[in-house]
């Protein structure tokens, strides 16, 4: 069974940073792309970043460009994002999917982030 | 970039049938993908590549996609289909997921 877990989730204040983690199991993980999809309180999904098996590409959602970094360890099967310069707009519930190049298949449950001093 | 544009509700009775659009430029030539959200839930993938189903979604869930509209299809409709749907492509231009803003589905 597909299993994707996030966590690192919590409470930061503006400029802050954060890490969130994504546990994947019950698939061969290094086998596929991986995307981090948000979604603010009360609004609409949003495609955060998404990144290649080997991790030699990286895509970006343009409001996060140069304050998110997107990885990958195939070796512990875990997907990461990296958040820094936290703003009260990227306060959401982040989702991590695996990502068929191009829609996807399964989701996490999500871990939710909130920027507020 | 590109955009979808999906209307903020739809409603319909028990029984009957709920159809879900999804415009975009030329989204015909595009595959679209939809989600069903439930409250607190994360989303479920209901149809891929345009009209496809996963295994577990019912019959009952059809997609189709032309020219300036794709269309999720929903016959019979069930209390348990209320949900938020969303319909998503892939930009292969900038290489980026768009997502449509989604529609509430309500169940009268």
């Known amino acids: 069974e597909v299993q994707l877990v996030e966590s690192g989730g919590g409470l930061v204040q503006p400029g802050g940073s954060l890490r969130l983690s994504c546990a994947a199991s019950?698939?061969?993980?290094?086998?596929?792309?991986m995307s981090w999809v948000r979604q603010a309180p009360g609004k609409g999904l949003e495609w955060v970043a998404n990144?290649?098996?080997?991790?030699?590409?990286?895509y970006y959602v343009d409001s996060v460009k140069g304050r998110f970094t997107i990885s990958r360890d195939n070796a512990k099967n875990s997907l990461y994002l990296q958040m820094n310069s936290l703003r009260a707009e990227d306060t959401a519930v982040y989702y991590c999917?695996?990502?068929?190049?191009?829609?996807?298949?399964?989701w996490g449950q999500g871990t939710l982030v909130t920027v507020s001093s | 970039s590109y955009v979808l544009t999906q209307p903020p509700s739809v409603s319909v009775a028990p029984g009957k049938t709920a159809r879900i659009t999804c415009g975009g430029n030329?989204?015909?030539?595009?595959?679209v993908h939809w989600y069903q959200q439930k409250p607190g839930q994360a989303p479920v993938l209901v149809i891929y590549?345009?009209?496809d189903r996963p295994s577990g979604i019912p019959e009952r869930f059809s997609g189709s996609n032309s020219g300036n509209t794709a269309t999720l299809t929903i016959s019979r409709v069930e209390a348990g289909d209320e949900a938020d749907y969303y319909c998503?492509?892939?930009?292969?231009?900038?290489?980026?997921?768009?997502f449509g803003g989604g529609t509430k589905l309500t169940v009268l």
């Open positions: 999917a695996r990502d068929r190049r191009g829609w996807y298949d399964y």
């Open positions: 019950g698939f061969t993980f290094s086998s596929y792309w």
């Open positions: 990144i290649k098996q080997d991790g030699s590409e990286k």
């Open positions: 030329n989204i015909g030539s595009k595959s």
């Open positions: 590549y345009d009209s």
């Open positions: 998503q492509v892939w930009d292969s231009s900038s290489d980026h997921m768009v």
